[in-house]
Each structure stands twice: as structure tokens, then as C-alpha cells.
């Protein structure tokens, strides 16, 4: 990887280490749904000027079901839980829970594309829900129905992830990673728009500047720039390369989270977290066999 990319690929990690305790921030103000509706609308429109700079065709007629299936599975929902979870768990839980993505797009390529499933996978995907056990297990955050209850929402947001990845392989490979990228930010936030709206009043009303701040910097930056920066790395560097980025968010959501929410890093989160990543790494095929397992 050059050092420009390289750069980029920190930089990338550092926006979405971030956007766990922006969310941390704008969920208990502004309410889950109208949270993710912010910051898909956000988004949208910032990866669409920037798409339409670089003179993008999003045909929109042609793939509008592709978009609206890539947006409501790829921001409306997971992002929608990531923001219900915030209520409850802190950044270095989610963050990990976003590191299974990996792990259920590989249980995905085995279920909708007949993928081999080895047994590195199913031993990935074991050791993957053991971090996690672990992580909560012995946490800092004291085990109550509202944390298994946000633990179980991260999950269910990188299945959502896996299912959105192994779809957009399957229907959108003619069509521009931008054009992907902005067109489903775009279904997402009219997905959601409806549900959105009812918080509007309550939102008005309690609203805060730090709140609202963290809104336009999750649409803005951590996900339209952040967007950019991930398929520039697709396009340069290849999709293997770009995805390791999974690997520095879980580190950095921790680092944000504890110097500016105050949340502990502790003995319990580095353990969790570096089971979880070790079966990431298994999953996307970084580490291999021993030799004497191959023979």
C-alpha cells in the first residue's frame, strides 16, 4: 500500500472511531431514528455533490431497487440500531460488535452465492461470538436486559452489513461504487423520513449544540467523506486491502471514547476486542492455516 493511502486508510479509521461516540452524544437528545435520519440526509447530499463533481450517472430509474435495498440495509437499519444501542452501551462495545461485519458477509457468500464455507470461517465465526461473550462477560458496563438487549442490536447491525456487502456483489457491479454510495444514502434517509418525522417536535425543543454538532459531523464526515475515502482505497488498493480498516476502528472508537465521554478501557474490552478482530482476520482469509493442518 503506498504511503498515501496508507495515510488515507488512518485517517479513515480515526473518522469512524469517532462516529460511536458521536452517537453516544446524538442518540439520547435526538432519538435513534432521527439521529440516522440526519446523518443519512447528510451524507447523501455530500456524496452526491461530490459524485456529481466527478460526473457520476446514477440511472437513477434503472437502480433505484439496488439503492433502496443497499440503503435500507446498509445505513437505514444497522445504522438505526448502532444509534438505538448508544443508549445503552459504550463506543468500545459497538465498535466491536461492527467488527463481526467481515464475518456475516462470509456466512452470506456461503447462504446466497454457494461460497465455500471452510473451516476457518465456521472457526472464525465461533470465536467471533466468544469475543463478544467475553467482552460483555467481563466488561466494565455492568450486564443488565438494556445492554444484552444493545449488544444484540450491534449484532443485528453487521448482519445487516454481511447481507448489504454480499448483495451489492451480487446487483451492483456495473454500477459506479460513487453512484452506489450516494444513491442508497439517499433511500436510506427516505426510508427512514416517516419515522423521523415525530421526533422533529421533541428534538426541537431538547436539542442541544453539541447534539446537533455531532449530527453534521456523523452525515458530513463520517459518512460522506468517510465514503470517499473507502472507495478511493476499493479502487486504488483493492476491496481486501481497504476492509483492514476494520481493524483500527474498534481501537480508536475506545481512544475517542476515553478521552472525551470518559469512558474506561479496560482489561475486559482489550481481551474482547482482540478476540473479535483475530477472528475478523481469520474470516477475510488474513491468517492461514498452519502448514501441518494443511498436510
Known sequence: MSTANLTRLLILGLIWGTSFMLMRIAAPVFGPILTTFGRAALGALALYLFARKMGIDFAWRRNAKTYFIIGVTNTAIPFSLFAWSALYIPSAYMATMNSLAPI????FGFVLLAERLSALRIT?????????????????????????????????AAINYGFAATYTR???KEIPSLATAAGSQFAAALALLPFALPSVPHAIEHGTASALLSVVILGIVCTGVAYGLFFHLIST???SKAVTVTFLVPATA????????????????????????????????????PSFMRA
Request: charged share 5%.
Open 104 to 107: 456475516f458477509t462470509a456466512v
Open 254 to 289: 475506545s481512544i475517542w471514547a476515553w478521552l472525551l465521554l470518559g469512558e474506561p478501557i479496560t482489561t475486559g474490552i482489550i481481551t474482547g476486542i482482540a478476540v473479535v478482530l483475530l477472528a475478523t482476520a481469520m474470516s477475510l482469509g488474513l491468517l492461514k492455516k
Open 170 to 172: 451480487m446487483h451492483a
Open 124 to 156: 472464525a465465526f465461533l470465536l467471533g461470538l466468544i469475543g463478544v461473550a467475553i467482552l460483555v462477560g467481563i466488561g466494565p458496563t455492568t450486564v443488565t436486559p438494556q445492554v444484552i438487549g444493545g449488544v444484540l442490536a450491534g449484532i443485528g
Open 237 to 239: 488498493e483493492g476491496a
